[in-house]
């Protein structure tokens, strides 16, 4: 099977990338990050991310409407498991593939013009799908409340089967409930699959013509390629990574709002992406965790917390220093991660990935200088 | 190649294995749990309450004065300050020890006025910070996701603010109650005021916040004044967090309705009625009668916001401060002390809502949630600033008199605001619980 084939030093990433992954709940635990919801967070968000950088790292659109995918895609999730089944597998597929239908047809339009211009296009595209699913579509969203499941949806499939559902129904595979840690194992698969994908499409002729297009879209043109199929499609597989990651979050919690269409949603992918480093593999993963454990941890902090935490300090200093700290944690948090962004992009360009390979080189020209210096002295 | 393709999945392998086999514990774990109860506090020695709130968003002024209710109601609960509603209560199995004898501690979250943000809150309080009961909340459509949430996982949720009749109507969960009122009390208390006031030949004019909330109050008060014989011009719906009404507000001067019905909360009212009153509305005179306006759901933390526009404007509240039992004084006294300010309706109800569960605990003697949820239903109590209440066993909705309250012309005070034009009792406002629908379900 060529398509599985990978070299060695890629499938020792797929490898390591594997185990880190299933092994979330134990290394994320002391750092207060290891519980079921957020795990799923982290895996949602991070094929998010994986798809946003398939556009946005290689050929170098910028779309700003990136929610808009995860919002249909978890509007038809449960549609799905309010007209199918409570199974999850079908609210998966019709949820990646309307995001990807969507995708088409956006995709075609904004992809007529780049820059700034494309990817005010594709908020337009958003905004506009998240202001119907607030108003007009109130029928098929349910508008501010949100759409959830119902015990007495028709549910066709499990109705032949005589499946019987409790009060409020959860998303299930094989009988398993898709709440708690199966549901993040469900979500990591994905995560795995969709990298992996990402992976292939790094490494193929095609991965290469979209970062040709990235380089020189002009230059392309000139050699008689045709680019815009190839940006439509990496659009559309982008696309429908987000929808993946909004049907997983139906899954997870089958509840879909409106909320998770707005350009805010749209914004946090940038972050996620820029933040972990554009066009890298692993970046915008990393980029994901970060906000999101941001977004979940520090935002819950209170001052009380603080107290708590630094009361082997004398009285005096204790309050001064938690006056210090507490703008930067509770509803401060996104103040924390504003800072952190605008250092990073300073003094990062590349994101944290590019961090990490700074201080590895720098600890390997030390390490090669000294093994030198070693040998000049024996 | 092949061999290649062996390591690799030899790595494949063995890093799935190593990776189940390391997840194996937590899965244990867990399922220890589950035999139990969720968040048992077990032999611990004290006990984790969790306090969603909005500290973000259109709510948020209401949100922070419901945390000030939660700190200070944890506080008495703890034996701290001066007990206030503690005292005063009846029947109360609470001694000012904390409850069963674990001493309270809290978490807090916020809710964002969202759905998602608000169920995600929640979930790290109940799958991190181990919290037995979540309470909190101003808004119906956070109140209604949040209480299936905690319904499946088993945890009691206490609504705070939330004024919907689908929260113990359509939506009503077996591990969710309501000590606020709903719009459906709010439109049989309001009516014979505006029949009153403003007589049986009107044309209204709804402006409604587009969610569950607006839709029930709504419909709600569209029954009430049809069945007084007044007609509805129009019912527009707006977005939540709106900012700026004046597109909607327009069309109003030349709809031929003489009275405009503001279905909005929060900052949106603030926003809706300044507008409104700037727009000229109020010095109008359409059909030969003066134009007014109605905010069916009032509270003092709007009034305050919204300052001179709420002169004169009818609506109705769950609560006061300036009410006068010793229940809502001793509340009143006790708030004011540790803030310096009266609570708003908000904070009464989440501060009894905290107190009615801790209660509830120590009288089944333990915090199993079917015990607890035993205790709660059918509980008739008093002191605690409405008078005689019964939480309805068939929904889990309290009862008890609603105020109808009028803009203060002449305020004494910054904060006194609202004058209370009626007390309605609660046989006025009761109803069938079969009329919406929906089921509890089961404690399991």
Redesign the interface.
């Given at each position: 099977m060529k398509l599985f084939k990978l070299s060695a030093k890629d499938a020792i990433m797929m490898a390591v990338f594997i185990a880190v992954v299933l092994t979330m709940p134990i290394w994320l635990k002391p750092i207060g990050a290891g519980y079921p919801d957020l795990l799923q967070k982290f895996a949602i968000f991070g094929l998010f991310a994986i798809g946003f950088n398939i556009l946005f790292g290689l050929t170098g659109y910028l779309s700003f409407g990136h929610a808009a995918f995860l919002g249909v895609g978890s509007y038809t999730a449960v549609w799905s498991f309010k007209l199918v089944s409570m199974s999850v597998i079908p609210a998966v597929i019709f949820g990646t593939v309307l995001a990807g239908l969507f995708a088409v047809v956006i995709g075609y339009v904004s992809l007529r013009r780049t820059g700034i211009y494309f990817s005010i296009l594709t908020l337009a595209f958003a905004q506009m799908c998240y202001k119907m699913a607030y108003s007009v579509l109130t029928p098929i969203t349910n508008g501010e409340t949100g759409l959830r499941v119902l015990r007495d949806d028709p549910r066709v499939v499990d109705a032949m089967f005589g499946v019987e559902q409790n009060a409020v129904p959860v998303g299930e595979l094989f009988g398993i409930n898709m709440q708690g840690y199966p549901g993040f194992y469900f979500c990591a698969a994905m995560l795995i699959l969709g990298f992996f994908i990402a992976l292939r499409i790094f490494r193929s002729p095609f991965g290469m013509m979209l970062t040709a297009i990235k380089t020189n879209q002009t230059r392309m043109r000139y050699t008689g390629f045709n680019t815009r199929p190839y940006l439509l499609v990496a659009f559309v597989i982008s696309g429908m990574y987000a929808g993946m990651a909004g049907s997983l979050m139906a899954v997870t919690d089958p509840l879909a709002g409106a909320e998770r269409m707005q350009w805010t949603a749209s914004g946090e992918v940038v972050l996620m992406t820029i933040l972990g480093g554009v066009g890298t593999l692993v970046g915008p993963i990393l980029g994901a965790g970060i906000i999101k454990y941001f977004e979940n941890i520090f935002s819950a902090i209170n001052e009380s917390t603080l107290h708590q935490a630094f009361d082997f300090l004398p009285d005096s200093i204790d309050n001064v220093v938690v006056a210090i700290i507490s703008p930067f944690v509770g509803d401060g948090w996104h103040l924390t991660l504003g800072t952190l962004f605008v250092v990073i992009v300073i003094f990062l360009p590349g994101g944290l990935v590019d961090g990490i390979s700074r201080i590895r080189k720098r600890f390997s020209r030390k390490s090669h200088a000294s093994s030198t210096t070693g040998a000049s002295e024996g | 190649?092949s061999d290649?393709?062996f390591?690799?999945r030899g790595?494949?392998k063995?890093?799935?294995a190593?990776?189940?086999a390391?997840?194996a514990p937590?899965?244990f774990v867990?399922n220890a749990w589950a035999q139990d109860f969720t968040n048992n506090p077990g032999n611990g020695s004290s006990v984790v309450l969790g306090f969603n709130v909005p500290?973000?968003g259109a709510y948020a002024d209401e949100g922070a004065d419901e945390l000030r209710a939660y700190q200070l109601a944890v506080k008495h609960i703890n034996g701290e300050g001066d007990g206030g509603m503690l005292n005063t209560m009846t029947p109360l199995s609470l001694k000012g020890n904390g409850v069963l004898g674990k001493k309270v501690e809290y978490?807090?979250?916020?809710t964002q006025t969202?759905?998602?943000?608000a169920?995600?809150?929640a979930?790290?309080m109940i799958?991190?910070?181990g919290a037995i009961m979540i309470t909190g909340g101003s808004s119906s459509?956070v109140a209604?996701?949040v209480q299936?949430?905690c319904?499946?996982a088993g945890i009691i949720f206490m609504a705070g603010l939330t004024h919907s009749n689908d929260t113990t109507g359509k939506d009503k969960?077996?591990y969710g109650f309501r000590h606020f009122f709903n719009a459906y009390m709010s439109g049989a208390a309001l009516g014979p005021v505006l029949e009153a006031r403003y007589g049986k030949d009107r044309n209204a004019y709804h402006l409604t916040?587009?969610?569950?909330w607006g839709w029930t109050q709504e419909e709600s008060i569209k029954n009430t004044t049809e069945a007084l014989g007044w007609k509805t011009t129009a019912a527009v719906?707006t977005?939540?967090g709106a900012g700026d009404f004046s597109q909607y507000i327009t069309p109003v001067l030349n709809s031929g309705a003489d009275v405009l019905i503001l279905n909005h909360y929060g900052k949106d009212m603030i926003n809706s009625l300044t507008q409104a009153v700037q727009f000229g509305l109020r010095d109008k005179q359409v059909n030969g009668k003066n134009f007014v306006i109605v905010v069916p759901l009032f509270s003092r933390l709007m009034a305050q916001g919204a300052g001179e526009n709420i002169k004169g404007i009818l609506g109705t509240t769950n609560w006061n401060w300036s009410l006068t039992d010793a229940g809502s004084q001793a509340f009143v006294k006790s708030f004011g002390a540790e803030y310096g300010f009266p609570p708003s309706q908000a904070a009464h109800t989440c501060y009894t809502q905290a107190l009615l569960y801790a209660n509830a605990c120590e009288t089944a003697g333990t915090f199993y949630p079917c015990e607890v949820i035993n205790a709660l239903e059918g509980f008739k109590f008093d002191g605690a600033g409405n008078g005689p209440t019964e939480y309805r066993a068939a929904d889990h909705q309290c009862f008890k008199d609603v105020l109808v309250v009028e803009g203060n012309e002449n305020p004494s005070s910054q904060f006194d605001l609202l004058q209370v034009v009626q007390v309605v009792p609660r046989a006025q406002v009761e109803y069938d619980p079969a009329i919406f629908g929906g089921?509890?379900?089961?404690c399991s």
């Open positions: - | 190649m290649l393709k390591t690799r790595v494949l063995s890093g799935a190593l990776g189940a390391g997840v937590s899965f867990r500290q973000t978490v807090t979250g916020d969202k759905s998602d943000a169920r995600a809150s979930k790290r799958e991190k910070d459509g209604v996701a299936s949430l319904h499946e969960r077996k916040a587009d969610y569950t719906r977005p939540l089921e509890l379900g089961t």
